[in-house]
């Protein structure tokens, strides 16, 4: 028979696992850093093993290569902004999809490490050829699918204007994220992302509410 999951018991894991899994989670997080500081290209695997205190050979039994280590730190940035987004539940649609958008601003704010790796990784991966790119095109397709499933969503149940330039929106929004984070980036003393990602959307507001 089957139950809800939330009955289900947790699984206890090992001693080993839980080891190799805070091994894992620490490699993450000073990828992470040596990304956000150097670029992909410049991180050393050696570098990330020495400063996790793991050994190189432990390190790649966890990532074989510097491309699944770059994998691993994208999937976990994914990982989080998901669940700050949209927690265990159905993603927030028409106006809420973009008052979302103003609150992970503000969460962003608080993490600028995981901003400015966006911010390298997104420049660095329009090469075709760069490791990251399949997962910067799959960041930027949903993006685009879950602002456009919003406005649609706005558009059904009258929230949004029927006339309301759907893909317009979406874009200048993706392109207003892109770029403020990157301006925060240069000068997070003088540039608010939060104000600007507000202004924003209360401007697409007055117009197409």
């Known amino acids: 028979m089957s139950f809800p999951s939330q009955y289900a018991a947790p699984v206890e894991k090992s001693a080993p696992q839980r080891d190799g899994e805070r091994t894992r989670q620490r490699a993450i997080q000073v990828a992470a850093a040596h990304i956000s500081a150097n670029g992909f290209h410049k ?3 050696a570098a ?8 190189q050979s432990g390190l790649l039994h966890h990532f074989p290569s510097k491309a699944a280590l770059l994998s691993a730190v994208l999937d976990e ?3 989080s902004d998901s669940e700050f987004l949209f927690g265990d539940g159905e993603p927030p649609l028409g106006w809420d999809a973009f ?11 608080t993490r600028p490490q995981w901003v400015q790796l966006f911010v390298r990784i997104s420049a660095e991966a329009t090469a075709p050829t760069h490791p990251g790119h399949p997962w910067i095109r799959r960041h930027y397709d949903s993006v685009r699918s879950w602002l456009v499933d919003a406005v649609e969503h706005g558009k059904a149940n009258g929230s949004i204007q029927r006339g309301a330039p759907t893909r317009l929106i979406v874009e200048s929004t993706a392109a207003l994220l892109d770029g403020i984070q990157q301006q925060w980036v240069l000068a997070p003393e003088t540039v608010s992302m939060v104000d600007n990602v507000r202004f924003h959307v209360e401007t697409l507001k007055k117009s197409w509410g």
């Not at 990330?48 to 050994?55: H, I, K, L, R």
């Open 43 to 45: 991180m050393s695997i």
């Open 48 to 55: 990330v093993a020495v400063e996790a205190g793991v050994s």
């Open 77 to 79: 940035q994914e990982r």
């Open 99 to 109: 008052d979302a958008l103003v609150a992970l601003a503000a969460h962003n704010s």
